[in-house]
């Protein structure tokens, strides 16, 4: 596949000399030390994470980066971009937030995750001090967060929602949380604005190959993920009732894959959809419906699992879940929820009935499954892939 043709640009990662790593060294520590050394060297990067994490510098002089998808329905696929599609979004992000050297950026998560590589890398560009949290336990990562006085947070919906299970202690000093990579449930918001009266929580939308889409402010309807982030514009096409297929043009877009292609990544005449489906309201809020590859047929219906997992993570005691589909002789497919977490038959009735009151009768599932655990990925997403193998082993 063809990616987007770009203008030269020389416009490289910059270290500013006042960023500086703060807090105990995180699993990070290696691979931030080596992107510290080659962003300070102005060389092409790239991170990769099997079988290991590793950051090491590309061949040639262009200024390039070589990141991951998160691979939460498939096998991840390596991506170049220039360095200018993200320095774009960092001096956006410094402008809207009025971010300054005093703020102090903390990560979850491995760098195997672009979100955490880009907080990381803007942490460098803007001369902003960065706690690595990775691989700490939640209750360790919320204590450093206050011990540190973290003032910007980047992070997924799965791990704000860990970490807001580990207590309930205060951060003052928080003010701006991003948080992407998934749907932003209410009960999350809203345990986060208690710890963090003072944050401002910005829920965004996009993806590896677009970075940001869309991103949250006060005046978000429920159930959107927010405007066009600056600079970007939103088109939906092919749509039926409404929902269509999202396509983009901004300075923000990846180059192309590195190996291969991938069926729903598509470019046409300077936009770029990755596959995912939703529409636009009259105030130019973006819903989303789901990823085109995830929509499911139950009884000649189009399903949305990321729908349905919405309502589940907004029930009390549900902090993860999964909806992923079976094959059905009837139905063609039918629906299969995972739950992290202890539960019986009565739970599951509860969750199935309160599905009935407010989805649509194909989207209803028809299991409701509990796990200690659910397998997540270095995103912070569940591994969709690998729950549909158990599922489909019997297990």
């Not at 001096?91 to 903390?106: C, E, K, S, V």
């Not at 983009?248 to 770029?272: C, I, N």
């Amino acid at each position: 596949m063809a990616g987007k043709e770009h203008p030269a640009t020389t416009r490289r990662f910059r270290l500013h000399p006042g960023f500086a790593p703060i807090g105990a060294p995180g699993a990070n520590a290696a691979a931030l030390a080596g992107l510290t050394a080659l962003i300070g060297a102005g060389r092409a990067i790239a991170i990769s994470a099997s079988p290991a994490l590793r950051v090491e510098a590309m061949p040639g002089d262009l200024p390039l980066i070589s990141c991951q998808t998160s691979g939460s329905t498939g096998a991840p696929k390596r991506i170049l971009r220039e360095h200018a599609s993200w320095t774009r979004s960092f001096d956006a992000n410094g402008r809207a937030f009025g971010l300054t050297p005093a703020d102090r950026y903390a990560i979850l998560g491995s760098l195997a995750s672009s979100l955490c590589t880009y907080a990381a890398i803007e942490a460098m560009h803007l001369g902003v001090p960065l706690a690595d949290l990775s691989g700490a336990a939640p209750t360790a990562q919320l204590r450093a967060l206050g011990d540190l006085g973290i003032s910007v947070l980047y992070c997924s919906p799965a791990q704000l929602r860990l970490l807001l299970r580990a207590g309930a202690t205060p951060l003052p000093a928080l003010r701006h949380v991003l948080c992407g990579g998934g749907k932003l449930d209410t009960p999350t918001r809203q345990a986060l604005a208690a710890q963090a009266p003072a944050a401002t929580i910005r829920e965004f939308y996009g993806a590896a190959e677009t970075s940001f889409i869309a991103i949250s402010d006060a005046d978000t309807p429920e159930g959107a993920v927010g405007r066009a982030y600056p600079g970007v514009e939103i088109q939906i096409r092919n749509a039926t009732s409404g929902i269509g297929e999202i396509w983009v043009r901004s300075p923000y877009l990846f180059l192309r894959y590195a190996e291969g292609a991938a069926p729903d990544t598509r470019w046409q005449d300077g936009f770029l959809t990755v596959g995912e489906l939703g529409r636009l309201d009259a105030q130019g809020h973006l819903h989303l419906a789901g990823r085109a590859g995830r929509m499911v047929t139950v009884a000649d219906q189009n399903v949305f699992p990321e729908a349905i997992e919405q309502h589940l993570l907004s029930l009390p005691g549900i902090r993860q879940c999964a909806v992923l589909p079976l094959p059905d002789p009837l139905r063609g497919q039918h629906l299969v929820a995972v739950i992290e977490g202890a539960g019986d038959e009565a739970r599951a009735q509860i969750i199935r009935q309160s599905c009935r009151a407010r989805l649509r009768a194909a989207s209803v599932p028809r299991r409701v499954i509990f796990q200690p655990e659910l397998p997540m990925l270095a995103s912070g997403k569940p591994d969709l892939a690998l729950l549909a193998a158990t599922l489909g082993s019997g297990a």
